[in-house]
């Protein structure tokens, strides 16, 4: 049996459904931020696998992953900081606590 | 004097008044503030230079052929073909007549109050709005236009409202003011309908053109009584006719020199000028023409039972000037221009005289209450000669001014409205009683004022200057009937006979009328006498008690002291309740209730239901996700199942 | 057209508040130095277009054009132009936005801020006046929200952020009937045009539309009349009039509301004739309303500046009436009034605000006896309410009178006498309002309590010369406007025969 284009969207579709599922019910914004780079990743071998059986000559798929994968890190580096932020002001992170905003 | 008045010279007669005006309020009263008395050298000179040109101007008329001058005019307000709004100078006898009445009034007044207003702090805002009145009361008999007309009309009101609340710091003058503008602006409604109405139907507002359309009968019917009627309104709240005659009483609060001149010699003139200027409308409209008669002669009668009882000698002189102008009416209405004018040409200097008479006498002992004076006689001597002649002329006394155009007017009211006539003749009786009840308690007696009072240790006579220019208005008294002996003033302004000047003189003597024992003219005289003989019988000899007769005439007596409960109607339940207590509480109760309550109530009813709709945001991005993938899959298992 | 001087006049104040919004360091007295000339000069330039401006029988209607493709896709143009009856408002404006910098001299809260806004409201109203494309017409229409809202809730006074909210909701209400309106005629007109002129000389009548034209007319017109006010809509008004700061208030009276006004008759009577013909009775109905009505509410205020607010009301159903009378001279006369009420009322609005600001009070009823304590701001506000009540010489009289003449001979709409006469009973009551207003706060006893009180110093003397100097010019010499107005309003008055 070889691996085909179904395991790795079975693998993608696990753990979107994993991330996505952290991050509807964490309270800890940084939980709900490792889901969100867990829902990236599972598009990201989503993106691959595609990539890699139908197109396999012109790698488009990995170039997007890459560019998914910048944009994940940055979107990690500015997500912590303003956690970062919201800890020191408010000395919490739990975010059904974060709710200056509500009515 | 031979040659006729060049038109530029007719423009100055308003004109210089006018500048005079300018120079002092943007000159003499910023910068000369120190020098009052520069103002009031500036503004006689104005009026002076007025006068002679008026005199100019008179002559000129009279030597013209049909008494006309023609003087061109300019557009005020053309719109295209729409319409076409000239201010030109309309020059003809009745403009001549008035110019000469105003100018020479005015001057003397004006000279009178340099000494009456002396030391006032506001003698520079007194002679410019003097100056003011004065150049829009000669507009307003000079213009050829009845918008134009109509400009000066509201004007010399606006003149009237500034000089009665000249002491504005007092309530009494403030409100007097107030509502001396706000009851003539009842007729002024009428007017100005009356224009708007006239230009409609004839396209025109030229006075002399809507002369010759009434004349020729174009305008005719109920538009032209209509136009009359609501000309007549105008006229009867300017010259304070019944119903609208509330206001010149309470005028009264304005210094004495300007209720000489305005509330009595010329600005309520108006009012009759008016009627006289739009004459031929009046004579084409029976219902119009009767009632101009009857509510003069209303008037008349109503306002003298009113003079009776009157305590301040200000407020008998303003119910006379009522009474007197009701005359004039009944005189236009029965008679004609020539017979209306008359009076209101003799009016204006034996009334203003009168009422010079009662500045001097307030001068001296400070009040105006008559009931604080008495004897004054000895120590005002000229003051007491010149009301006195007054008295009689108004009185109507032979052979002074009053008599005989007070005689033309009951002439022509026997002819012509009997009823009318009855009412004249009573209000001849009335009219010398309340006049010597008047001289009798201010002149007569003993002083009873208070002689510790701040004003002035005893009384005294007035001030030469203020003298002279009653000396001058006494001759005017004496003898400005004369001018229509020979029937000259009358055939002027078009109308009446001449007769040589011995055997007009007595003409009213042996004028006899059919069913008339004797000559109307013994008839009145015999009144007046008796009237003053009553009043000598009560207020001098004291034959009968003042109190007495108080007292049997008691219900009388409150009508008449309370004014028939006039301004308890008007001011107290139609103004304050019904108006500004009812409709307009009202009003404003549903525009802040109703209307803004109702544009409050959307906005409430939005935000309550916002704050209902709104907890379904809990804030929670989780939750929110959830609803997401839930619809997400909604979509997706409802696109599988449909195929 | 070589020089395009409408631009200029628009954008100048434009470019003021840019300056002063966005150069550092500028100091108080300088910004008001920059505002004051960044003002000035359209003045100065409008003046020059009103004596430029060909008065002649056969000139062009609108001078002074300019036309650049704006959007071509939806045929939209930057098209600006003036013609009899925007050019006085023009110049209103333009002598209004100077005369508020001056009136806002002695403001000191957040001064940057505060002459950035008048600077951008004067461009706002300027670009409505001058607007002859519809779009560009709506864009300064709507602009004008923003700082009238800035301006009311920071520097207002008493309920300033309700009145703000109110009148932006008002406005923005108004302004989406009018986009509706807008969108309407735009998909009418075959090919789709937003010129008002091109439109003006179509017949839509012809036409097919998707909603009617007489909906059309209502929508615009229910947008024109919040502005004026017509009431039932007029409720913003008082209020914004009540808590704006003095020199808002004057733009607001002096041409704010003339937008409601001219846009009637420059959009609604000129392109839609037969719908304006056909409901010209209940729009003079609404204008017997809003003069007699506003008239006899303004008599139960107690608030200075509400007062004249309400008196504005009262006023502004003169216009009403002149318009829809529908004949050349009442029509002259409503550009006439418009223009004369912006002087009269402002120059109104103008001394209120200074009698508050020096007495530190606004309750009528609280003042009195002022004549003595500052005697030349007595004088100022007697001559602006001689204006008010249309006594002869001044403006107001000229106008309304003008207004009456033209409305009671009109043939156009039967019973417009009745309305006239019931008309003439707005001035009747608004000596009553006026004078007790003078009497209240003027007259009678000094009081003690304002000894300290001090008279206008020089530049309040100064703008207020300058209206009344105005309202006198006008008054006695009205042909300088209605000579300018009538070659604006005859193609209308044709449009009814007159």
């Known amino acids: ?103 | 004097m031979e040659t006729v008045i060049p038109n530029e010279l007719v423009w100055l007669i308003f004109l210089l008044p006018l500048l005079s005006f300018a120079v002092i309020s943007l000159i003499l009263r910023p910068f000369f503030s120190n020098k009052p008395r520069l103002s009031g050298y500036i503004s006689i000179s104005a009026i002076f230079g007025s006068f002679i040109l008026s005199i100019w101007a008179l002559t000129s008329i009279l030597s013209a052929p049909s008494h006309e001058l023609a003087i061109p005019d300019f557009n005020w307000l053309v719109i295209d073909s729409a319409i076409t709004i000239h201010l030109g100078l309309i020059m003809d006898s009745l403009t001549a007549v008035m110019l000469i009445v105003v100018t020479l009034v005015s001057l003397m007044i004006q000279m009178y109050s340099q000494g009456y207003m002396q030391g006032d702090p506001s003698y520079h805002r007194y002679y410019a709005y003097m100056s003011l009145f004065t150049a829009s009361m000669l507009g307003l008999v000079m213009v050829d236009n009845l918008l134009i007309m109509f400009v000066f009309w509201e004007l010399v009101g606006l003149c009237s409202y500034l000089l009665i609340g000249f002491w504005f710091h007092r309530p009494a003058a403030a409100n007097a003011a107030k509502k001396a503008f706000i009851v003539t602006r009842i007729g002024d409604f009428g007017f100005l309908a009356a224009i708007l109405l006239l230009l409609s139907k004839t396209g025109t507002l030229d006075i002399a053109q809507l002369h010759s359309l009434a004349i020729a009968g174009t305008l005719a019917g109920t538009v032209l009584t209509l136009a009359a009627i609501g000309i007549f309104l105008g006229a009867v709240g300017k010259s304070a006719q019944f119903p609208l005659h509330v206001w010149l009483p309470d005028a009264m609060e304005g210094p004495t020199p300007v209720s000489a001149l305005i509330h009595a010699a010329t600005m309520v003139a108006a009012g009759v000028f008016l009627v006289a200027r739009m004459f031929p409308l009046f004579e084409h409209s029976e219902v119009a023409l009767l009632t101009v008669a009857i509510i003069g002669g209303l008037t008349a009668i109503f306002a003298a039972t009113m003079g009776l009882v009157m305590t301040d000698i200000k407020r008998v002189l303003a119910y006379s000037t009522i009474s007197q102008l009701g005359y004039m009416m009944l005189g236009l209405g029965v008679g004609g221009i020539a017979i209306g004018i008359f009076h209101l040409f003799n009016h204006a200097f034996f009334k203003a005289l009168l009422f010079l008479g009662a500045g001097s006498v307030s001068h001296a002992t400070g009040t105006f209450d008559m009931r604080q004076m008495g004897g004054l006689r000895k120590v005002m001597p000229w003051t007491y000669a010149t009301f006195l002649i007054a008295s009689l002329s108004i009185a109507g006394i032979w052979p002074l001014a009053g008599f005989w155009s007070k005689d033309e007017i009951l002439l022509s009211s026997i002819n012509n409205q009997p009823i009318l006539f009855y009412l004249a003749m009573v209000t001849v009786f009335m009219t010398a009683f309340y006049m010597f009840r008047v001289v009798f308690l201010t002149f007569g007696g003993q002083y009873r004022g208070d002689n510790s009072g701040s004003h002035s240790a005893r009384p005294h006579e007035s001030p030469s200057v203020m003298i002279m220019p009653m000396v001058v208005l006494a001759v005017l008294a004496v003898g400005s009937g004369w001018l229509n002996v020979t029937g000259g003033f009358s055939q002027f302004l078009g109308g009446g006979e001449t007769r040589g000047f011995f055997e007009g003189l007595f003409h009213g003597f042996t004028h006899t009328l059919p069913g008339l024992p004797i000559p109307l003219a013994w008839i009145s005289l015999i009144l007046a006498g008796l009237g003053i003989l009553l009043a000598y019988a009560i207020y001098s000899a004291r034959w009968l008690s003042a109190e007495r007769i108080t007292r049997l005439f008691a219900p009388l007596h409150m009508l008449f002291s309370r004014k028939y409960w006039f301004d308890e109607l008007y001011e107290h339940i139609i103004a304050r309740i019904v108006l500004l207590k009812g409709l307009f509480a009202g009003l404003k109760f549903f525009d802040s209730r109703g209307i803004d309550g109702a544009v409050n109530g959307i906005a409430r009813t939005t935000v309550a239901t916002g704050r209902v709709i709104r907890k379904a945001q809990t804030g929670q991005l989780q939750l929110y996700g959830m609803f997401i993938i839930l619809g997400v899959v909604a979509i997706i298992l409802a696109m599988y199942l449909s195929g | 057209m070589d020089f395009n001087y409408l631009t200029i006049i628009i954008f100048l104040p434009l470019a003021g508040a840019a300056i002063i919004a966005l150069v550092p360091g500028l100091s108080s007295r300088l910004i008001r130095y920059v505002a004051a000339i960044f003002t000035l000069v359209p003045l100065a330039i409008s003046l020059g277009l009103f004596a430029a401006f060909d008065r002649s029988a056969g000139a062009e209607v609108f001078q002074f054009q300019e036309k650049v493709s704006w959007i071509p896709a939806i045929n939209a143009n930057y098209h600006l132009g003036v013609d009899g009856l925007s050019l006085p408002l023009v110049v209103l404006m333009a002598l209004l936005g100077f005369l508020a910098v001056l009136i806002s001299w002695k403001i000191n809260l957040r001064v940057r801020e505060y002459f950035a806004w008048l600077l951008l409201l004067e461009t706002s109203i300027l670009g409505v006046f001058v607007s002859l494309d519809l779009l560009l017409f709506f864009i300064f229409w709507e602009i004008e929200i923003i700082p009238m809202y800035f301006l009311i809730s920071i520097w207002g006074a008493g309920r300033k952020e309700y009145s703000a909210m109110k009148y932006v909701l008002y406005t923005l209400f108004g302004g989406a009937l009018i986009l509706a309106g807008i969108l309407g005629l735009y998909f009418t007109t075959d090919p789709h045009s937003l010129s008002m002129v091109d439109i003006a000389q179509t017949d839509l009548a012809p036409l097919v539309t998707s909603i009617p034209l007489a909906a059309i007319f209502f929508l615009l017109l229910a947008g024109f009349a919040v502005k004026l006010p017509i009431i039932p809509l007029h409720t913003w008004l008082p209020d914004a009039h009540t808590d704006a700061p003095t020199a808002v208030s004057v733009i607001l009276a002096g041409t704010l509301i003339k937008m409601g006004g001219y846009a009637i008759i420059r959009i609604c009577v000129t392109i839609f004739p037969q719908a304006t013909q056909d409901y010209a009775p209940l729009l003079l109905t609404l204008a017997a309303v809003n003069v007699v009505y506003g008239a006899a509410v303004t008599l139960k205020q107690t608030d200075i500046k509400r007062l004249i607010a309400y008196s504005s009301i009262s006023h502004m159903g003169f216009v009403l009436l002149g318009i829809f009378a529908l004949s050349k001279v009442s029509l002259v006369g409503a550009g006439l009034q418009m223009f004369s009420h912006g002087i009269i009322t402002g120059l109104l609005f103008a001394v209120a605000g200074i009698v508050m600001h020096n007495t530190k009070e606004r309750n009528i009823a609280k003042l009195g006896g002022l004549a003595r304590q500052m005697p030349a701001i007595a004088v100022i506000f007697t001559i602006a309410g001689l204006g008010a009540m249309g006594v002869p010489s001044t403006s107001g009289f000229t106008a309304e009178v003008t207004i009456f003449l033209g409305a009671f001979s009109s043939n156009v709409v039967s019973g417009v006498p009745i309305f006239t006469i019931i008309c003439l009973l707005g001035i009747l009551l608004a000596a009553a309002y006026i004078l007790w207003l003078l009497q209240r706060v003027f007259f009678g006893p000094a009081l003690a309590k304002f000894n300290h009180v001090i008279d206008a110093d020089r530049l309040e003397k100064i703008y207020c010369a300058i209206f009344i100097a105005l309202i006198f010019l006008v008054g006695l010499y009205p042909m300088i406007l209605t000579d300018v107005i009538k070659t604006g309003i005859a193609p209308i008055a044709a449009l009814f025969g007159g």
Do not use: C
């Not at chain 1, 691996?3 to 914004?29: D, M, N, P, Q």
């Not at chain 1, 990201?44 to 890699?52: K, T």
């Not at chain 1, 500015?78 to 932020?85: E, F, K, N, Q, Y």
């Open chain 1, 1 to 103: 049996m070889s691996l085909g284009l179904e395991h790795y969207l079975v693998l993608s579709a696990a753990l979107f459904s994993i991330g996505l599922y952290g991050a509807l019910t964490k309270r800890s914004a940084v939980v709900i931020l490792m889901s969100i780079e867990l829902m990236l990743n599972a598009t990201n071998i989503a993106l691959v696998a595609f990539s890699r059986y139908i197109v396999p000559v012109l790698l488009t798929g990995q170039v997007f992953t890459i560019f998914s994968i910048v944009v994940a890190a940055a979107e990690a580096t500015v997500g912590l900081a303003i956690i970062m932020a919201i800890y020191r002001s408010r000395e919490t992170i739990d975010t059904t606590k974060i709710d200056l905003m509500k009515w």
